[in-house]
């Protein structure tokens, strides 16, 4: 199965952080499961790592690299058809980031693993407990 790992979801997995459901992190490290993590999140780890809303203990552009490719994460990058799919979106939910997180899960037919609820309002299918 593909899955769309969330931002919070991604860095939650790396860190072993309590809020990651034992369920969750067993479908995560399934070599059963290909892993995907979109740039989008990369992009918004970056800014927030810039803005210092973020430790990573380093920068984004040597943490990430190195964490998608120990991890076998696979990154989604963001297509022309992604983008504009959000246009469509209903305004449920006003972050940018999550908003093209959901396009590119519904377009791409992913399941996403997020701790979000307000994402099923758009009918993805969310993996969390």
């Known amino acids: ?9 991604f860095l939650w997995f790396l860190n072993d952080d309590a809020l ?27 800014i927030k790592v810039g ?26 990058d963001i297509s022309l058809s992604h ?3 959000v246009e469509t979106l209903p305004q449920h939910h006003r972050d940018p980031f999550d908003r093209l997180l959901i396009a590119q899960s519904l377009f791409e037919m992913i399941p996403i693993v997020s701790a979000d609820m307000q ?11």
């Open 1 to 9: 199965m593909n899955l769309l790992l969330d931002t919070h979801a």
């Open 119 to 129: 994402f099923d309002t758009y009918g993805v299918t969310r993996y969390w407990k």
């Open 51 to 76: 803005l210092k809303k973020l430790e990573l203990g380093e920068s984004a552009t040597t943490f990430l690299p190195r964490e998608l490719s120990a991890n076998r994460f696979d990154t989604l």
């Open 20 to 46: 990651l459901s034992p369920e969750v992190r067993t479908l995560i490290e399934s070599p059963l499961n290909r892993k995907f993590v979109s740039i989008a999140s990369c992009w918004e780890i970056a």
């Open 83 to 85: 983008a504009t799919f």
